[in-house]
């Protein structure tokens, strides 16, 4: 059973910059970021496999980094120049198969961590 912990969300004002993190308790091949805002379905941001490779959604590409410290087990998503539309709750998600956007494949999910922003 792989349990998951995120925490760093908090309020910022536009173009401001925070540093989530996930603690997890097994390592997984592929782990990933979504976020979910008010009103709105729940959304990949960013995946990462165990080897490092990344991809991200296309609202992430440029300001947004994940990465992952398997010695730490800490998952992490800096995120830069952040845009009020970026205001949602961040999910780390851990899957055993490849990554993808396809939110079944994630059997194990945080709790999430609620970034606002400011306009």
């Known amino acids: 059973q792989v349990q998951l912990a995120e925490s760093g969300g908090g309020s910022v004002q536009g173009g401001g910059s925070l540093r989530l993190s996930c603690a997890y308790t097994?390592?997984?091949?592929?782990m990933a970021w979504f976020r979910q805002a008010p009103g709105k379905e729940r959304e990949g941001v960013a995946t990462i496999y165990r080897s490092g490779n990344t991809n991200y959604a296309d609202s992430a590409k440029g300001r947004f980094t994940i990465s992952r410290d398997n010695a730490k087990n800490t998952l992490y998503l800096q995120s830069n120049t952040l845009k009020p539309e970026d205001a949602a709750m961040y999910y780390c998600?851990?899957?055993?198969?490849?990554?993808?956007?396809?939110?079944?494949?994630?059997?194990?999910w945080g709790q999430g961590t609620q970034v606002t922003v400011s306009s």
């Open positions: 998600a851990a899957s055993q198969l490849v990554c993808s956007w396809y939110q079944p494949q994630y059997k194990y």
């Open positions: 097994y390592i997984t091949d592929c």
